[in-house]
Structure formats: C-alpha cells, structure tokens
C-alpha cells in the first residue's frame, strides 16, 4: 500500500494549486488536497484560526477513513500541520513544510496585513486580483483578504504557537525554505528547527516564497526523500 501524503494549501490559496505536484507523487503515494473553510470556494461561517484549520484537517481525515498521514505543507498549511502534530500526534506521521512563517508579533504581523489591502491589489496587481476571483469563487475574495489579514492579526496578538508548544512535537519535521523567499526569515525558520526534537532545515536554491514559482520536479524529488 502506497503511503498518505496530505498537501496543504497556504493563505489565500486552494488545493487547485497542488495540481502539477500531485501528480508528480501519485505513483509513490496515495496523495489528498482539499480547501480549507473559506478558500476555493468553500464556505465558512467561522473566524480563521489555524484551530479551525486543523479541524478542517480532522474532518477531511474522518471523511476519508484516513487514520494517520504524512503532511506537506507550504506556508500556512505547514503551520496548520504542526499545530495538528502538537494537538493530535496520532494522526501525524512526518511533516514538510515550505514558506511557512513563524515569527508572529504585532509587527510582524501589521506589515503582512499591509500587503493584503484589496483596494491596493486592485490599483497595483489588477491579475492577482483576478486571480483570487477565480480561485475563489463564489465567495468574495475581498472577504478571504479581510478574514486572513485579522488571522494574522490575531497570530501577532497571542494565538501563534510559543517556542514551548514545538517543544512537544517528536515527529519528524523537515522544515524547507527559499532562498529567495522575501516572506520568510532563516532566522526563524532555524529557530523553530532547533526547536523541535527531530527537526531539520531544507533551503531550497532559487525557490521563490509563491508556490506558483517553485520547480516542482525537485519539490516533489525532495518530497519523495524525506517521506519514504
């Protein structure tokens, strides 16, 4: 039988954008994408939280008959993996993370919000805007930035995991960033790598912080080391 591997989307995206990389792994593995709440078109009546998103998890496990997985997860979903590693262990195997950000303060956070004003989006970057229409229609991606900019708030407030929380986590993590990804710190990202029992860090030549951008060959030739 063919391992699990769960890809998690990150903020602002949908399991759409795992297309190419899921089948670059299907003949190793029995591969899962789904939308969070609030993303690709599912409905939320919910606050985003990374708790939520984690139930989301859970649920689409039940649903599945999905008992333990592996999970990759690219920025917010790898966050989103751990949170379900600390919480729930039982239903983690091994975690890889891309672009995932943890350094959340009010001023971290405020300056990611900056970036998230749809009026601006529209002025300046007229085809992300379209494409966040698409991406996640019927709803109204204005309500998707307005909801995400208060998730990160809310991370910047208090609600982001402490040092202690990756203390707990034993599973094995590898923790992977761009070099050229302008969203996410080395800094941090060894932080938490040093931080967990059975960490370590991947920095990935060239790779950009989008998902969109990264070479999916060697992301899904990585992918394929670590987990199997």
């Known amino acids: 039988m063919k391992p699990n591997l769960i890809l998690l989307h990150g903020a602002l995206g949908s399991e759409n954008q795992f297309s190419q990389l899921k089948n670059l792994l299907s003949e190793s593995f029995s591969v ?11 409905a939320s009546t919910s606050d985003y939280s990374m708790e939520l998103f984690s139930q989301n998890v859970q649920g689409f496990m039940t649903e599945n008959g ?10 917010m979903g790898g966050y989103v993996a751990l949170v379900l590693a600390r919480n729930h262990p039982e239903s983690v195997q091994k975690i890889m993370t891309l672009g995932t950000k ?8 405020a300056k990611e919000v900056k970036m998230l004003n749809p009026e601006k989006i529209e002025e300046k970057v007229p085809k992300f805007a379209d494409m966040l229409q698409k991406r996640h229609k019927p709803l109204d991606w204005k309500e998707v930035l307005q ?7 809310d991370l910047g407030n208090g609600k982001a995991l402490k040092l202690e929380d990756f203390d707990c986590i034993s599973h094995e993590v590898l923790i992977g960033l761009g070099s050229k990804d302008n969203m996410v710190t080395l800094e941090e990202s060894q932080l938490i790598t040093d ?4 960490g370590k860090l991947k920095t990935f030549e060239g790779f950009p912080h989008p998902i969109e951008q990264v070479d999916f060959q060697k992301l ?7 987990f199997l």
């Open 220 to 226: 899904s030739d990585q992918i394929e080391r670590f």
């Open 66 to 75: 999905i008992k333990s997985s592996h999970f990759f997860g690219y920025s």
């Open 32 to 42: 899962f994408a789904f939308n969070f709440e609030g993303h690709g078109g599912r």
């Open 147 to 153: 909801n995400t900019a208060q998730m990160m708030l």
């Open 195 to 198: 931080q967990l029992s059975n």
């Open 102 to 109: 943890f350094d959340w303060t009010p001023e971290s956070a």
